[in-house]
């Protein structure tokens, strides 16, 4: 294969690569949409389902790293020739891609709640669905960063994680305090916490992808410092 050919080539698989990436995010996101909406209709059959899109999620993982180590492979026996660029975008996937099977995990447990919850009829805290709404949301816009490869969108994703975390002080407050009162039993307290903890887990991860596109897009590191995001180039991290 000539060099032009082999360019092209290496080009296609990397933007390949980038594709199947934006698709499984899509996945995880309506994963994500359908374990809160099975928690809280308290649908066993919807959960069961999310269990088994979190299936797909994990066979696509696998196919997409192996595709990334294959092209690797293929750049590092001299078959093509990847320039810096590409050769981080091909690890950014990686990287990416792993962190969105977590998010799919997270999501299949949630839905997994519905069977264990101590009292089925228990009424959360009215912020408690607000603030899933809000981890969804921060889920999407987290796919939209990478399907855009948008730096920008990314800074928002790294900012809302911190929204997530005030609602969880605030719903756990206001479980506490209904423990306290007798409305909220201990056992329907603890799903509660174990909902809230799914949700800050999702919004992690989240955040850890929006680095990753930050990255990938700028070349900048960037770490959580003082209560602050801060970016600074690779050569000093």
């Known amino acids: 294969m000539d060099d032009s050919r082999a360019q092209q080539d290496a080009n296609g698989r990397v933007t390949h690569l980038r594709k199947r990436l934006c698709e499984q995010g899509r996945v995880v996101v309506s994963l994500v949409e359908a374990?809160?909406?099975?928690?809280?209709?308290?649908?066993?059959?919807?959960?069961?389902?999310?269990s088994a899109e979190d299936d797909r999620v994990d066979r696509a993982d696998v196919e997409i790293e192996k595709e990334c180590v294959a092209l690797l492979t293929s750049a590092a026996h001299g078959d093509y020739r990847l320039d810096q660029d590409q050769v981080r975008s091909v690890l950014t996937?990686?990287?990416?891609?792993?962190?969105?099977?977590?998010?799919?995990?997270?999501?299949?447990?949630?839905?997994?709640?519905?069977?264990?919850?101590?009292?089925?009829?228990?009424?959360?805290?009215?912020?408690?669905?607000?603030?899933?709404?809000?981890?969804?949301?921060?889920?999407?816009?987290?796919?939209?960063?990478?399907?855009?490869?948008?730096?920008?969108?990314?800074?928002v994703v790294l900012q809302s994680e911190h929204v997530v975390l005030a609602f969880k002080g605030e719903i756990l407050r206001k479980a506490e305090r209904r423990v306290a009162e007798g409305s909220m039993s201990v056992d329907s307290a603890f799903d509660l916490h174990e909902l809230v903890s799914h949700c800050i887990l999702i919004a992690d991860h989240c955040s850890n992808i929006a680095e990753q596109v930050i990255y990938e897009r700028t070349g900048m590191i960037v770490r959580h410092m003082e209560e602050r995001w801060v970016e600074r180039p690779a050569s000093d991290s």
């Open 35 to 50: 374990a809160f909406k099975a928690f809280y209709d308290r649908d066993a059959a919807d959960a069961a389902g999310v």
């Open 93 to 155: 996937v990686v990287k990416i891609n792993n962190e969105l099977e977590r998010v799919a995990d997270v999501g299949a447990e949630i839905a997994d709640l519905v069977g264990k919850l101590a009292d089925p009829d228990t009424r959360f805290p009215e912020t408690t669905e607000v603030m899933t709404n809000s981890v969804l949301g921060v889920a999407r816009d987290t796919v939209g960063a990478i399907e855009k490869s948008d730096p920008d969108l990314a800074r």
